[in-house]
């Protein structure tokens, strides 16, 4: 599985982007997805998790209410959609996908995109 993460860039504190995960190479079929975030300095964390089938999500504490994670299967593609960015949201942000449930740990992925940048100016 190929993972293509898009749609970053820079947007004033407040604002809303649409990250894009698109699979190629095989389907997501029974995969859980997960958005991870690695800022300046810090370790790669979790944001968000999508179930196959999308009935279960699984967010971060702090983009809970702000962000969020839905998938397209027909298009075999997963996004993130984050409003009221702040300052703090700046990051690299990663796509992962694991057969089986998203998990919140990132050692537990198999496939990664190359990550998309996200710059919120304050």
């Known amino acids: 599985v190929q993972l293509q993460a898009s749609g970053g860039g820079l947007v004033q504190a407040g604002g809303s982007l649409r990250l894009s995960c698109a699979a190629s190479?095989?389907?997501?079929?029974?995969?859980?997805v997960g958005w991870f975030r690695q800022g300046p300095g810090e370790e790669r964390e979790f944001v968000a998790g999508?179930?196959?089938?999308?009935?279960?999500?699984y967010y971060a504490d702090s983009v809970k209410g702000r962000f969020t994670i839905s998938r397209d299967n027909a298009k075999n593609t997963v996004y993130l959609q984050m409003n009221i960015l702040k300052p703090e949201d700046t990051a690299v942000y990663y796509c992962?996908?694991?057969?089986?449930?998203?998990?919140?740990?990132?050692?537990?992925?198999?496939?990664w995109g190359q990550g998309t940048l996200v710059t919120v100016s304050s």
């Open positions: 992962a996908a694991r057969f089986g449930i998203a998990t919140i740990h990132r050692y537990e992925y198999t496939y």
């Open positions: 999508i179930s196959w089938g999308g009935g279960s999500t």
């Open positions: 190479g095989r389907t997501l079929r029974g995969y859980g």
